[in-house]
Each structure stands twice: as structure tokens, then as C-alpha cells.
Nanobody, 119 residues
């Protein structure tokens, strides 16, 4: 029903910034939640930021104060602004959308984008 396409990953030096984008296409009835996950080699997948229905925003402790999640309703795009990046932020980042159609609940995932923080 919905497809997510990510962009904006790349190589950045420690202390730098990067902005990830996630463009949604397709039809949906309503949105339950949206967010960003990341997974580093040898580590569990981690939810780093989310927006729930009603606009409640949550961040993991590891990124709080440095990352900002937002959405552009006109263009159906969500963003993750990442500032003060650290080497431990290196991971593949995935956007996700939990939504409803007229008959079912669905979860869509982006293809993943690599973020590498290194000097």
C-alpha cells in the first residue's frame, strides 16, 4: 500500500550534521506512528526517534538533544536531522511507517541508508 524511499546518508566527520529523508508514496487511511530505527554491526536494532498519532515525539537516550524527527505533510516526507554526530552513530538507518487502510493495519519500511561517522 505504501512505499518508503530513503535518502541523505553518507560519510561525515565527528561533530558534523546530516539530514535523512524518507518519502512516502501510496494510499493510506490514517497514520498510527512513524519513526527511525538504526542497526550497527553486531548490535540490536534500535528505535532512535518516533512520532505517534497526536504528535507525541520520543527519542532514545543516546540521541536525545542531538537528533530531531519531523515531517512534511504536504510532501509526505519525514526527516531525521542529526547534529553533533559521533562515531557510535554509525549504522544503517531505516524509516518506518505504521498506518491503516480501510481494512487492515500495515507497517512499511524504507530500504535503509548508510550513515558513517569517521575522521
Amino acid at each position: 500500500q505504501v512505499q518508503l524511499v530513503e535518502s541523505g546518508g553518507g560519510l561525515v566527520q565527528p561533530g558534523g550534521s546530516l539530514r535523512l529523508s524518507c518519502a512516502a508514496s501510496g494510499s493510506m487511511f490514517s497514520i498510527n506512528a512513524m519513526g527511525w530505527y538504526r542497526q550497527a554491526p553486531g548490535k540490536e536494532r534500535e528505535l532512535v526517534a518516533s512520532i505517534t498519532s497526536g504528535g507525541r515525539i520520543n527519542y532514545s537516550d543516546s540521541v536525545k538533544g542531538r537528533f530531531t524527527i519531523s515531517r512534511d505533510n504536504v510532501n509526505n516526507t519525514m526527516y531525521l536531522q542529526m547534529n553533533s554526530l559521533k562515531p557510535e552513530d554509525t549504522a544503517v538507518y531505516y524509516c518506518t511507517l505504521d498506518y491503516y487502510t480501510s481494512y487492515a493495519r500495515w507497517t512499511a519500511w524504507g530500504q535503509g541508508t548508510q550513515v558513517t561517522v569517521s575522521s
